[in-house]
C-alpha cells in the first residue's frame, strides 16, 4: 500500500541551524501539507502546497519557514534559523482529489 | 468556540468492552468527517472517513447526525491494541485538517 515517507526520523540541530526535512508524498497525490505537534499538544496546520505553490498557511509559518517541491516527488520544509520553541513532531501529509489526508510517520525536531 | 469537542478521557475499558466517542463540531459546512487514531509521538492514522450518515469498518462503526453536527465512534469487542488518542477531524474539501486533542482510550487486559 502506498505511503507518505519522512526523512530523517530524528533530527537533533542547534539553535539558529537551518534545517531541512524532507517529505515523499504518495505518488499520484495532489495536494501537500505540513503540520506539527509538540510534545502534549494537538497537531497543528503550518502549511499546504498545490500546482507548485502554497495555497494556505498558518500564523506559525511565519518568514523562517519555507516549503519546495524541488522535483515529482520530494516535498521539503526548510527552517532557516531554529529556535527552541520549533522542537516538535513534524507530519507531512498529501492527499488526492478525495480529500482524505494520509501522514507520514513523522520527524522528530529537537533544538538544543 | 472550538471547531471540535471531544471528550479527553481517558476511558480505561477492560477487553472485550464496547466504547463509544462522541464528537461535535461547529462548522456547519463540513462536507466529510475522518477518525484518525493516535498513538503516542507517532502520527495520525486515518482509521474511518465519513460522508454520508455513517461507516462502518469491522469492530469501528461511526455514526454522523449533521442536524446535531455530532458524530461518534463505536468500537466493538475492545484489544489492548486499539489503545490511542483518537481523534474526531471535519473536513471541507481538501483544506488544512484542525485538529483536537482527541479522546484517549486504555485498553486493559
Known amino acids: 500500500e502506498p505511503e507518505v515517507t519522512q526523512t530523517p526520523s530524528h533530527q537533533v540541530t542547534q539553535m539558529g541551524q537551518e534545517v531541512i526535512l524532507r517529505c515523499v508524498p504518495i505518488s499520484n497525490h495532489l495536494y501537500f501539507y505540513w503540520y506539527r505537534q509538540i510534545l502534549g499538544q494537538k497537531v497543528e496546520f503550518l502549511v499546504s502546497?498545490?500546482?507548485?505553490?502554497?495555497?494556505?498557511k498558518s500564523e506559525i509559518f511565519d518568514d523562517q519557514f519555507s516549503v519546495e517541491r524541488p522535483d515529482g516527488s520530494n516535498f521539503t520544509l526548510k527552517i532557516r534559523s531554529t529556535k527552541l520553541e520549533d522542537s516538535a513532531m513534524y507530519f507531512c501529509?498529501?492527499?488526492?482529489?478525495?480529500?482524505?489526508?494520509?501522514f507520514g510517520p513523522g520527524t522528530r525536531l529537537t533544538v538544543l | 468556540r472550538k471547531e471540535v469537542e471531544q471528550d479527553p478521557g481517558p476511558f480505561n475499558v477492560p477487553e472485550g468492552a464496547t466504547v463509544a466517542f462522541n464528537c461535535t463540531y461547529s462548522?456547519?459546512?463540513?462536507?466529510?468527517f475522518f477518525w484518525y487514531r493516535q498513538d503516542c509521538r507517532k502520527e495520525p492514522k486515518l482509521l474511518m472517513s465519513?460522508?454520508?450518515s455513517g461507516n462502518e469498518d469491522g469492530r469501528f462503526t461511526a455514526q454522523l447526525n449533521r442536524a446535531s453536527q455530532y458524530i461518534s465512534l463505536l468500537i466493538r469487542d475492545s484489544k489492548l491494541s486499539d489503545s490511542a488518542t483518537y481523534l474526531c477531524v471535519p473536513s471541507s474539501g481538501n483544506t488544512p485538517l484542525v485538529f483536537g486533542k482527541g479522546t484517549r482510550l486504555s485498553v486493559i487486559a
Open positions: 465519513v460522508y454520508s
Open positions: 462548522n456547519s459546512a463540513s462536507q466529510s
Open positions: 501529509a498529501s492527499s488526492d482529489w478525495a480529500d482524505t489526508q494520509y
Open positions: 502546497f498545490y500546482n507548485n505553490e502554497i495555497s494556505e
